[in-house]
């Protein structure tokens, strides 16, 4: 640049801006200041002397906006001139906002290039600004703007638009609003605009998903405000549009919405598989199109995983929104092994996310599975996330995501949003294997103190079904048995502890030993039950005294009803449990009046025990409460199902238990379910023989004659000298020390049973003799002949008993 002298406007008079009215400044093509008006001295507080010959972006431009000032600049010598704001310094150090009109002009000697920025006085019109501010916003404002006329037919659009659609500006004129961004919401969209045209009611901030017409595999989301143009006359000119990229707002508001919902909907039970369909359906479609839960073998039964992440995979979850992509993955419930060089395998190994953005460019896949990946990609596969599940630092299984419908692949965020999802789901699982863990250790210790079968037994023929709860309710303390009692007779219980969890399993299985411990005592039916609420009150005075913070027993109920196939005799009480069903062999409903009895535990009232004579066929159904309850039903309404789906005919007791399975219980029980069915039998009169003996001293050789004629018609007298030996004994005994007629019986089947009953309430005792004394061998004598002695009492009766096996004939003692 060739040497100036710095001047004034009003000094430089053959220059054609010293002229200029306005507040101006002219520069080289340096950017200097090579002249300063009186009128920008007024307006900014610079002085000449200040300002002549320095760079004006050291004067007048503050750092922030010397970009801004650099394109003005740059446009200016492109274009030839600019127009519009800029920010300067005034000399008090604040900043303000004028308008500039900018030429580029040549000096008449053509030796200097000058520069003129003439700043906005008052001879710088209304329309001027606004023209300045709309071109602000044309060229250099990142929001876009469309406007269009009254047809809604796109007239300008600025370099906003025109860089994100990828077309120059031009190429959207004549287009309507809708061509530009299309998709689900367009049409929509353009009823929008109409409305905003024909009714002047502004549209602010409304969110629209599209695509680009150059890029139509990008997901898009812009914000639209659009507002009715009009001059002052009231006509319309048509409708702008202000248009806001918010794709990346959007992803972020869905991923935290995405992750709220999995919040909500994973983990709502304590199902290992349930857990995994939650997630699966949580995450299709929003996250991806088809996705896969897998766990390692062990997780779903509870146990803990090997912790090098090997072995075979269960598939838990599988989901798609296309159906066909079904049939290319595994099944629900399929055990299986990712083969090495995949994506899943490569995660478990590594224990880290896989991400394969594009599937083609995957080459361990198509080695390992060829015909699977051509599937996959046949059906518009064409990337994968895999993200294992790892919780307490134990790995779990792992989630495999695929993208088919939605054309653009997974990305980093994307990843990072399938993490959060299964760290989620991770802990959920973990924590529904642990319940699993624990709830199958208190089942199969509530299997364990329950009967592992029932025996056949004479009385009656049986069926039973016992169906713990759903395991997030617990196991329960539900129990059953079917306890051989002397003299051919049966005891049929059910019984069920309140509460759910370890406690009441222990609690069912110390009182299940008691009941049968008392029920080899021969007690009545309502003195087992006295004991048992005695036994349940001290444990739970136990438990309260030296386990504070343990569940406590809070009571129980109970059934219990004695059989005998002799006298068809039947004998029942209950402690707070459902009545029994009896039903004849014609299939009616025979109503029983068992009086209901406190729960155990409770206190304070006597039991009383029902009795009744039941033809032979008849049919008795024990319950818990839980049969009768699930499906929401009153107590009244599970009974009059239950009764009549016992009605129906059915070729045997188990057929009928299946039946009341199938109509009560269509879903896995809320609570234990216990069902014990029973189908009495007499016993026939000739497998019966009964004799009643007078108080004399030829008793017992009167009971060894009657034993020994029978066993002989019973083709048994290989058995004749055992048992007059324990028919005499007993004879004797209940002559000696009772006093009045001795009622003796002969019972065969499958067994020798002899019995001996009396009016005394004394009962005997089994004592070693010494060598000098002449008595007390008696029952020593009976206890060594049988198989096993017992003593029961009745009403103003007692009887002594002895049972013989008969499929093995006893060695004749030595005497």
Same mark, same amino acid.
């Given at each position: 640049?060739?040497?100036?002298?710095?001047k004034?406007?009003?000094?430089?008079?053959?220059?054609?801006?010293?002229?200029?009215r306005?507040?101006s400044?002219?520069? !080289?093509? +340096?950017?200097r200041? @090579?002249?300063?008006?009186?009128?920008?001295?007024?307006?900014?507080? =610079?002085r000449?002397?200040?300002?002549?010959?320095?760079?004006?972006?050291?004067?007048?431009?503050?750092?922030?906006d010397?970009?801004?000032?650099?394109?003005?600049t #740059?446009a200016?010598?492109?274009?030839?001139?600019w127009?519009?704001?800029?920010?300067?310094?005034?000399?008090?150090?604040?900043?303000?906002?004028?308008?500039?009109? #900018?030429?580029?002009?040549?000096?008449? &000697?053509?030796?200097v290039?000058?520069?003129l920025?003439?700043a906005?006085?008052?001879d710088?019109?209304?329309?001027?600004?606004?023209?300045?501010?709309?071109?602000?916003?044309?060229?250099?404002?990142p929001?876009?703007?469309?406007?269009?006329?009254?047809?809604?037919?796109i007239?300008?659009?600025?370099?906003a638009?025109?860089r994100?659609?990828?077309?120059?500006?031009?190429?959207?004129? *004549?287009?309507?609003?809708?061509? %530009?961004?299309?998709?689900?919401?367009?049409?929509?969209?353009?009823?929008k605009l109409?409305?905003?045209l024909?009714?002047?009611?502004?549209?602010?901030?409304?969110?629209?998903?599209?695509?680009?017409? $150059?890029?139509?595999?990008r997901?898009?989301?812009?914000?639209?405000?659009?507002?009715?143009m009009?001059?002052?006359?009231?006509? @319309?000119?048509?409708?702008?549009?202000i248009?806001?990229?918010?794709?990346?707002r959007?992803?972020?508001?869905?991923?935290?919405?995405?992750? $709220?919902?999995?919040?909500a909907?994973?983990?709502?039970?304590?199902?290992?598989?349930?857990?995994?369909?939650?997630l699966? +359906?949580?995450?299709?479609?929003?996250?991806? &199109?088809?996705?896969?839960?897998d766990?390692?073998?062990?997780?779903?039964?509870?146990?803990?995983?090997a912790p090098?992440?090997?072995?075979?995979?269960r598939?838990?979850a599988? /989901?798609?929104?296309?159906p066909e992509?079904?049939e290319?993955?595994?099944?629900?419930?399929?055990?299986?092994?990712?083969?090495? +060089?995949?994506?899943?395998?490569?995660?478990?190994?590594? /224990?880290?996310p896989?991400?394969?953005? /594009?599937?083609? &460019?995957?080459?361990?896949?198509?080695?390992a599975?060829?015909?699977?990946?051509?599937?996959?990609?046949?059906?518009?596969v064409?990337?994968?996330?895999?993200?294992?599940?790892?919780?307490?630092?134990?790995v779990?299984?792992?989630?495999?995501?695929?993208?088919?419908?939605?054309?653009?692949?997974?990305?980093?965020d994307?990843?990072?949003?399938?993490?959060? %999802?299964?760290?989620?789901a991770a802990?959920c699982?973990?924590?529904a294997r642990?319940y699993?863990?624990?709830?199958?250790?208190?089942?199969?210790?509530?299997?364990?103190?329950?009967?592992s079968e029932?025996?056949e037994?004479?009385a009656?023929?049986?069926?039973?079904?016992?169906?713990?709860?759903h395991a997030?309710?617990?196991?329960g303390?539900?129990?059953?048995?079917?306890?051989?009692?002397?003299?051919?007779?049966?005891?049929?219980v059910?019984g069920?502890?309140?509460?759910?969890g370890?406690?009441?399993?222990?609690?069912?299985?110390?009182?299940?030993?008691?009941?049968?411990t008392?029920?080899?005592?021969?007690?009545?039916?309502?003195?087992?039950?006295?004991?048992?609420?005695?036994?349940v009150?001290?444990?739970?005075?136990?438990?309260?005294?030296?386990?504070?913070?343990?569940?406590?027993?809070?009571?129980a109920?109970c059934l219990?009803?004695?059989?005998?196939?002799?006298?068809r005799?039947?004998?029942?009480?209950?402690a707070?449990?459902?009545p029994?069903?009896?039903?004849?062999?014609?299939?009616r409903?025979?109503?029983?009046? @068992?009086?209901a009895?406190?729960?155990?535990?409770?206190?304070?009232?006597? %039991?009383?025990?029902?009795?009744?004579?039941?033809?032979?066929?008849?049919?008795?159904?024990?319950?818990?409460?839980?049969?009768?309850?699930s499906?929401h039903? &009153?107590?009244?309404?599970?009974?009059?199902?239950?009764?009549?789906?016992?009605? *129906?005919?059915? =070729?045997?007791?188990e =057929?009928?238990?299946?039946?009341?399975? !199938?109509?009560m219980?269509?879903?896995?029980?809320?609570?234990?379910?216990?069902?014990?069915? *029973?189908?009495?039998?007499?016993? #026939?009169?000739?497998?019966?023989?009964?004799?009643?003996?007078?108080?004399?001293a030829?008793?017992?050789?009167?009971?060894?004659?009657?034993?020994?004629?029978?066993?002989?018609?019973w083709?048994?007298?290989?058995?004749?000298?055992?048992t007059e030996?324990?028919?005499?004994?007993? @004879?004797?005994n209940?002559?000696?020390?009772a006093?009045g007629?001795?009622?003796?019986r002969?019972?065969?089947?499958?067994?020798?049973?002899?019995?001996?009953? !009396?009016?005394?309430?004394?009962?005997?005792?089994? /004592?070693q003799?010494?060598?000098?004394?002449?008595g007390?061998?008696?029952?020593?004598?009976? #206890?060594?002949?049988? +198989?096993?002695?017992?003593?029961?009492?009745?009403?103003?009766?007692?009887?002594?008993?002895?049972?013989?096996?008969l499929?093995?004939?006893?060695?004749?003692?030595?005497?």
């Amino acid at each position: 640049m060739r040497n100036t002298s710095p001047k004034t406007l009003s000094e430089s008079p053959e220059d054609p801006f010293s002229i200029h009215r306005s507040a101006s400044a002219v520069l !080289d093509d +340096e950017g200097r200041v @090579v002249a300063w008006s009186e009128q920008a001295t007024t307006l900014l507080g =610079h002085r000449p002397e200040e300002v002549l010959g320095r760079p004006i972006r050291e004067v007048l431009i503050a750092g922030r906006d010397k970009g801004l000032v650099a394109e003005a600049t #740059a446009a200016c010598r492109r274009d030839g001139g600019w127009l519009g704001l800029l920010p300067v310094l005034h000399r008090a150090g604040h900043r303000v906002f004028v308008g500039f009109r #900018a030429r580029r002009v040549q000096r008449l &000697d053509a030796t200097v290039e000058w520069l003129l920025v003439g700043a906005l006085a008052e001879d710088i019109t209304q329309w001027e600004i606004d023209r300045a501010v709309l071109d602000g916003f044309f060229r250099r404002s990142p929001v876009g703007v469309v406007v269009l006329g009254p047809d809604l037919r796109i007239l300008r659009v600025n370099q906003a638009i025109a860089r994100a659609g990828g077309l120059p500006p031009e190429a959207y004129r *004549g287009r309507r609003a809708g061509e %530009f961004l299309f998709g689900p919401d367009a049409v929509l969209a353009e009823t929008k605009l109409r409305s905003v045209l024909e009714t002047g009611r502004p549209v602010i901030f409304a969110e629209q998903q599209g695509r680009l017409l $150059n890029d139509p595999g990008r997901e898009l989301v812009v914000s639209i405000s659009a507002f009715r143009m009009q001059d002052p006359s009231g006509r @319309v000119l048509g409708v702008t549009e202000i248009v806001e990229d918010v794709t990346d707002r959007h992803r972020a508001r869905r991923r935290l919405a995405l992750l $709220n919902e999995v919040g909500a909907r994973i983990g709502s039970t304590l199902d290992v598989a349930r857990t995994a369909r939650e997630l699966a +359906e949580a995450a299709v479609p929003e996250l991806a &199109d088809a996705l896969s839960v897998d766990l390692l073998e062990p997780v779903p039964r509870g146990e803990e995983p090997a912790p090098d992440a090997r072995g075979p995979l269960r598939r838990m979850a599988v /989901r798609s929104v296309r159906p066909e992509a079904l049939e290319v993955m595994h099944p629900e419930g399929h055990l299986f092994f990712f083969p090495d +060089e995949t994506a899943p395998a490569r995660c478990l190994a590594e /224990r880290r996310p896989v991400l394969d953005p /594009r599937l083609e &460019d995957t080459r361990g896949w198509f080695v390992a599975e060829p015909e699977r990946a051509r599937a996959a990609l046949a059906i518009g596969v064409h990337s994968l996330m895999v993200v294992p599940l790892s919780a307490r630092g134990v790995v779990l299984g792992l989630v495999c995501l695929w993208r088919s419908q939605r054309p653009e692949p997974f990305e980093e965020d994307d990843l990072t949003l399938a993490e959060e %999802f299964a760290a989620r789901a991770a802990v959920c699982i973990d924590n529904a294997r642990r319940y699993t863990q624990q709830h199958n250790a208190a089942e199969a210790l509530q299997r364990s103190l329950l009967p592992s079968e029932v025996p056949e037994h004479p009385a009656v023929e049986t069926a039973y079904r016992y169906l713990p709860a759903h395991a997030s309710t617990g196991v329960g303390g539900d129990w059953y048995d079917v306890i051989p009692l002397s003299g051919l007779r049966v005891a049929l219980v059910v019984g069920d502890v309140v509460g759910h969890g370890m406690h009441a399993s222990a609690t069912m299985g110390r009182l299940r030993a008691a009941v049968r411990t008392l029920a080899h005592l021969d007690l009545a039916p309502d003195e087992v039950l006295a004991r048992l609420d005695d036994l349940v009150d001290e444990l739970a005075t136990e438990q309260r005294q030296t386990e504070a913070n343990a569940p406590q027993i809070v009571g129980a109920t109970c059934l219990y009803a004695i059989y005998d196939p002799v006298s068809r005799h039947c004998a029942m009480a209950r402690a707070g449990h459902p009545p029994p069903t009896v039903l004849s062999p014609d299939g009616r409903v025979r109503p029983v009046d @068992v009086p209901a009895g406190p729960p155990l535990g409770v206190g304070g009232l006597p %039991f009383e025990t029902a009795e009744l004579e039941l033809d032979e066929d008849s049919l008795i159904a024990l319950y818990s409460d839980g049969l009768l309850l699930s499906g929401h039903r &009153d107590i009244d309404q599970g009974l009059a199902l239950l009764r009549s789906t016992l009605t *129906g005919p059915f =070729h045997s007791l188990e =057929h009928t238990c299946k039946a009341v399975e !199938d109509a009560m219980l269509p879903d896995r029980p809320t609570d234990d379910v216990t069902l014990l069915l *029973g189908r009495t039998r007499v016993l #026939a009169a000739e497998n019966v023989a009964t004799w009643q003996l007078p108080a004399e001293a030829t008793a017992a050789g009167r009971a060894r004659a009657v034993v020994r004629d029978r066993l002989a018609e019973w083709g048994l007298e290989e058995f004749a000298f055992t048992t007059e030996l324990i028919v005499s004994e007993l @004879v004797t005994n209940a002559y000696r020390y009772a006093g009045g007629p001795v009622l003796l019986r002969l019972i065969r089947d499958g067994r020798l049973i002899c019995e001996v009953s !009396d009016s005394s309430s004394t009962s005997p005792h089994l /004592r070693q003799a010494r060598g000098t004394d002449e008595g007390g061998r008696g029952l020593f004598l009976v #206890a060594q002949l049988s +198989e096993r002695w017992g003593t029961r009492y009745g009403r103003n009766r007692k009887t002594i008993w002895a049972e013989q096996p008969l499929a093995a004939q006893q060695g004749e003692p030595g005497v």
